[in-house]
Each structure stands twice: as C-alpha cells, then as structure tokens.
C-alpha cells in the first residue's frame, strides 16, 4: 500500500529530474505508476503540481510552493535517518549513567575507560546517587541505565546482575585479636560497630539479614561513605561493616583485618538496573556487554 510519504518521495524525484520517465528509472518504477502516484497526490490536495512539456515537467506555482516545504521535510527525514544509523552504530549519541560513589571508584573506572576508549564519540553523563535516588532518576528517564547496590526490588525495573559482592566486617589492630577465631553475631554486637547510614542500600540488606535472625543493630558510628568506613576502622574506632571486593587494598596492605563470623553474611551482587518499558539504546546495550565481558 503506497503512503502519503511514498507520494512525496515520488514527487520530490520527478521536481529533482523534471521528467516523469527519468524519475521513473530512478525510483526503480513504471513510468505509468510514477503518472498515477503524482495524479493520487494531485487529487487528494485538489491542485495541479505539475505541467508536461515536450522536454519534460515543470512545477506549477502551487507545486513549487510545495516543494519548498516538502522538500525540507524529506531532507529532515533523511537526516533522521542516518544519524539513527550513526547512533545504532556508536558514532554519535549520548549514555547517561547513574552509579554510586563508591561502585564508581571501586568498580566502574575501568570499564567507563574501556567503553569510551572504543567510542570516543559517544558522550558520557555520569550521574553520582545513592541507590534509591538512582532508581528514580532510572524510572523518571533522567538516566538510561543505573548501576546500583542489589537487591533492588521495583515493577517497573529491570535488572541485570553483573558481579557478587560479600558484606564483611573488618577491624584495625586494636581489635585484631577477635580475629584469631570465628565469632557469632552476638559476640560482634558487645563490640562497637560502625555502618553506613542508614539510607544505604548496602546497610539495609545487612540489618535486613540480621533482623531476620533475632538480631538487631545499634551502630555506635554511622557514616555516609565506604572509604569513611575503611579510615574509621583503620584508626580503631571500632568493627566496620563493608563490602569485601571493594576493601582489598586495605586488606592486602594489612592495615585492616577480616573478622571471621561463624554465619557468613549471603552474598549478593552489584547490577545494571533500567525501564522494562523502554528499549535500551545501543550505547547501554554495548556498556552492559562490556561490563559482562569482565567478568
């Protein structure tokens, strides 16, 4: 079925050929359809477009006036065309990502450099945000992909698990003798302890997990940043609860030691979250299998 497009393509190549048969050949059609789809055309907005001459086809004054317009409209179009092309392809476009501080520092920077490293022409908008705040900004579409702090429980998000994280609590050398054996929970309650805030994902899951168990916090310190946690717990302050992937550095320079619980805390994992309404765009696509491929 020919559409009202396929009549002012038709048109705009017989203005650009001034000849009904030469358009013909370039548009790959009879000369018969190419007559009738500018007849249908005339007929629907009751003007005549054109005047046939011996040499060929010349706009009247009304089809020139619609040239001007219809012809910008097509051009506009073609434009679309390929810069929807160019973006598919990663040649152009924009990926706004919502993470938060410490995912960014401790995981993401490689793979942003990766990613930007193979599309240097995608533009990169990184958005820092507690888990909560990123959702929102995922589901109000002021980021395209949010990568947060599982588990993330919403209808209308989807999400993608990209690596396990284990919660830990860990100590400086004060504390370093509780270290010698594993310990339970209600030996680590006597101590004093220190978590994030508690509008953080991370400290929800770990009080969630020890609520179920009969147990309940009462953090000395609460404080609004892992590597805060990490220092506190260096400089004695007391037992820190943090995530281990993202301790290492601490722990491999032995500034800070593990503490052995007799449960260990289920792991959990760290994950691309975004709108099951819409279409990722190639950008996210691409950046979520980047994140995969290290793995």
């Known amino acids: 079925m020919i559409t009202k497009l396929d009549l002012y393509k038709v048109f705009i190549e017989v203005v650009k050929c001034e000849s009904f048969s030469k358009a013909a050949k370039e548009l790959y059609m009879t000369q018969p359809a190419v007559s009738q789809a500018i007849k ?98 995922t589901k109000s579409g002021d980021v395209d992909l949010a990568i947060c702090n599982l588990p993330i429980k919403d209808p209308a998000i989807q999400v993608k698990k990209i690596i396990d994280i284990h919660d830990i609590f860990i100590c400086g050398d004060k504390f370093k003798d509780i270290t010698r054996e594993a310990i339970s929970f209600e030996t680590l309650l006597e101590l004093p302890l220190i978590f994030l805030e508690p509008k953080s994902n991370s400290r929800y899951y770990v009080e969630r997990y020890l609520l179920g168990r009969g147990i309940k916090i009462k953090p000395e310190i609460e404080l609004g940043s892992h590597d805060l946690l990490l220092e506190f717990a260096k400089i004695n302050f007391g037992i820190a609860c943090v995530v281990k992937e993202f301790s290492e550095d601490y722990l491999d320079s032995g500034v800070i030691h593990e503490v052995t619980l007799t449960e260990k805390i289920p792991k959990r994992g760290i994950g691309a979250c975004f709108l099951k309404s819409v279409s990722l765009s190639s950008a996210s696509r691409k950046f979520i299998s980047i994140l995969e491929e290290g793995q």
């Open 40 to 137: 249908h055309l005339e007929k629907d907005l009751h003007i005549r477009l054109f005047t046939r001459t011996a040499k060929g086809a010349t706009l009247t004054n009304d089809g020139q006036v619609l040239y001007e317009y219809v012809s910008s409209a097509i051009n506009l179009i073609n434009v679309g065309e390929k810069k929807l092309m160019e973006s598919m392809e990663l040649k152009v476009g924009e990926l706004k990502i919502g993470v938060g501080d410490t995912i960014s520092k401790y995981y993401l920077l490689p793979y942003l450099e990766k990613f930007h490293t193979q599309y240097p022409n995608i533009k990169l908008k990184i958005m820092n945000r507690t888990t909560m705040e990123l959702i929102n900004m």
